[in-house]
């Protein structure tokens, strides 16, 4: 398989670092517009890089990512960009007759009128327009497949099928006790990111009801995490999740909580005040005259490289599926998790755990593409494949998952 990973940032250098170690690779262009970002994530590799090369790309020139991927011979392309450049690749893959993976979806715009209420335009709803064409073309989109979302639609799969005959609820709960030594507030994955999904209104999903959207932070609740991360306030936020679940898997409702904490909260909370959220850009004095900047970029731009902070990072990281129903007639209630102590991750593959946990999932996707054992067209989420290949290679990946039962 050859594949373009686009996007050499936290999370794509961590690819190289797990694909590497892995047969089924034959050749990996790692491509980002900063070049030396990408030739830094080769050169990292050692002798482990032969099947590892960098070239400079743009991601929002979809023609140049088309030829990229046409010249270079690409099966698949692999997007480990922030999510404004979800379209122009999902596009240039189509065009290129090249399957695609991301870990982020075409991005939402809330309602114009009741946008804490009703959803606008819904995370995804850009890509599954162009289902049609996927299929057509015989080509598989697999949208979503990082580890929230990616591995926590895996897991709710996993629960419909083997665990469960009905299901009340699945909800995604996210918690850490991460701590990075010197930071008072530095993000472990790319802070756009970070500020998009936590602003957004949050989305919520009920039979009979369908999607729709909450005020930012809603419904808060102290969730247990396992592995001595321990309780952990959480709050609705708009998350993938739950607009992939319920296509796939019956469920009454879907939501997305993420375990944020009162200072985290309150510090976007001040960033969205002040308006320094916003990716609109602005007018600010430059040498030469005024020039345009995106705030968002702007306090990006500040915070520390969140691929840079695994040195100074303690703690672990929790992904994972809570989920509540019955099973031969009797109430059930399982949390299905995957859990990364940054000081192992460190020592492993010298990435932090956020974005090594991220990693894991689409170079396991990727294999499982490789081998036949996942296959499709379409554009499909993760809970559309069968999710005990998956689980078993992540195993075998020596990072395995648990179920707590709750019952
Ligand atoms: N599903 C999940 O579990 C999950 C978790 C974390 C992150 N993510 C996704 O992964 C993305 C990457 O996260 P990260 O922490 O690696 O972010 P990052 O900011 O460290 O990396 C992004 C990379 O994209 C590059 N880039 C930016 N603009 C580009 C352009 N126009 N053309 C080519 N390259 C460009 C940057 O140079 C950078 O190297 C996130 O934005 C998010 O969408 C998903």
């Not at 999370?11 to 900063?34: C, K, N, P, S």
Request: one cysteine or more; aromatic letters at 8%.
């Amino acid at each position: 398989m050859r594949v373009l990973l686009v996007g050499a940032g936290g999370v794509g250098t961590a690819v190289t670092r797990i694909a590497a170690r892995r047969e089924f690779l034959a050749h990996m262009v790692v491509a980002d517009y900063d070049l030396g970002r990408a030739e830094a994530a080769v050169a990292a590799l050692g002798q482990r890089g032969t099947r590892f090369s960098a070239r400079r790309l743009d991601a929002s020139d979809q023609g140049a990512v088309r030829r990229m991927l046409v010249e270079e011979r690409c099966d698949v392309l692999l997007n480990a960009t922030d999510p404004r450049f979800v379209m122009p690749l999902f596009q240039a893959a189509l065009e290129a007759g090249a399957h695609y993976l991301d870990m982020a979806m075409s991005l939402s715009a809330p309602h114009g009128a009741r946008p804490y209420e009703e959803c606008g335009v819904k995370l995804g709803d850009e890509q599954f327009a162009l289902a049609r064409r996927w299929e057509e073309a015989g080509r598989l989109a697999l949208v979503g497949m990082g580890v929230e979302p990616g591995l926590s639609d895996v897991f709710a799969r996993y629960a419909a099928d083997e665990l469960f005959d009905d299901i009340e609820e699945i909800g995604v709960r996210d918690g850490a006790d991460l701590r990075v030594e010197g930071h008072d507030f530095a993000p472990s994955f790319s802070i756009w990111t970070t500020i998009e999904e936590c602003l957004n209104p949050p989305v919520v999903y009920e039979k009979g009801r369908g999607w729709f959207t909450t005020p930012p932070f809603s419904e808060p609740e102290v969730f247990e995490f396992p592995e001595g991360i321990g309780p952990v306030e959480c709050v609705n936020v708009e998350h993938e999740e739950v607009l992939l679940i319920p296509r796939w898997v019956d469920a009454r409702r879907v939501t997305f909580k993420y375990g944020l904490g009162d200072d985290f909260i309150a510090k976007l909370k001040t960033l969205h005040e002040l308006g320094l959220d916003s990716t609109a850009p602005v007018s600010v004095p430059g040498d030469g005259g005024p020039v345009q900047v995106s705030p968002r970029d702007v306090v990006a731009a500040c915070l520390p490289d969140p691929a840079g902070l695994g040195e100074r990072m303690t703690g672990k990281t929790c992904a994972g599926t809570w989920v509540k129903g019955s099973k031969d007639g009797a109430p059930r209630e399982v949390y299905l998790y995957h859990v990364v102590d940054n000081q192992w991750s460190m020592r492993e593959y010298g990435s932090q755990a956020v974005v090594w946990q991220t990693a894991l999932n689409p170079v396991v996707a990727l294999e499982l593409l490789s081998t036949g054992a996942w296959s499709g067209k379409g554009v499909l989420g993760p809970e559309a494949l069968p999710p005990r290949p998956f689980l078993d290679l992540l195993t075998e990946y020596g990072s395995p998952w648990g179920l707590r039962d709750d019952s």
